[in-house]
């Protein structure tokens, strides 16, 4: 199993910036994408960002797009999400979630491994 430990969340106010933080231990392997999901107590979960295992952007969700920015540090096994000109409608719980690409739609389909989440409030 690998280890996947967000973190970098936090509140704050609209149009501001946060930069989240998932390390996974060990290092998932070329064979797995990483995947950014929130969700919102009483809604459906949400991609809202994937990454390859080469490093490449896969997805971006309509919503945030232009907004957020998914990277890795491969040297740190740590995949970040920045977000800038946050808005409420972006609070939620974020979890990081390792799966596969799906050949369509770009995103990453969880299988198996997820972080705890990480609190994004914002007002």
């Known amino acids: 199993d690998v280890q996947l430990v967000e973190s970098g969340g936090g509140s704050v106010q609209t149009g501001g910036s946060l930069r989240l933080s998932c390390a996974t231990s060990?290092?998932?392997?070329?064979?797995?994408?990483l995947g950014w999901i929130r969700q919102v107590p009483g809604k459906e979960r949400e991609g809202v960002a994937a990454i390859n295992t080469t490093g490449v952007a896969t997805y971006y969700s309509g919503s945030v797009k232009g907004r957020f920015t998914i990277s890795q540090d491969t040297a740190k096994n740590t995949v970040y999400l920045q977000m800038n000109n946050l808005k409420p409608e972006d609070t939620a719980m974020y979890y990081c979630a390792t799966g596969h690409t799906h050949p369509i739609a770009g995103t990453c389909v969880p299988s198996g491994d997820w972080g705890q989440g990480t609190q994004v409030t914002v007002s």
């Open positions: 060990p290092n998932p392997g070329s064979r797995y994408c």
